[in-house]
């Protein structure tokens, strides 16, 4: 079955980094539009970022992570990337990965924490 570990969040300063990872398994993971999500307490979840299928040459932002965060993908390694740089505190949510615009299959997410 369709499952996804994400892993790479904890606590960091702002202005700090972070690199979160997402292993895929149970889809030929190539083929598909792949993309980062995250929620933040007492808000919807919300799309961050997404990557086309092979190359991933195309890419998608939100509006509030554009120029700081790249997505990025390894198909030999069935992973997601999200490198987050110039972290927030409004960055501060649980970062999950799924298939683009696939409402199932959620992982347990990983935590990112932006806080002095």
């Known amino acids: 079955q369709v499952q996804f570990v994400e892993s790479g969040g904890g606590l960091v300063q702002p202005g700090g980094s972070l690199r979160l990872s997402c292993a895929a398994s149970?889809?030929?993971?190539?083929?598909?539009?792949m993309a980062w999500y995250r929620q933040a307490p007492g808000k919807q979840r919300e799309l961050v970022a997404r990557i086309g299928p092979n190359s991933g040459e195309t890419t998608d932002y939100a509006e509030s992570v554009l120029g700081r965060f790249t997505i990025s993908r390894d198909n030999a390694k069935n992973t997601l990337y999200l490198q987050m740089n110039s972290l927030k505190s409004e960055d501060t949510a649980v970062y999950y990965c799924n298939l683009y615009l696939n409402d199932k299959n959620w992982g347990q997410g990983t935590q990112v924490t932006v806080s002095s």
């Open positions: 149970g889809f030929i993971f190539r083929i598909d539009y």
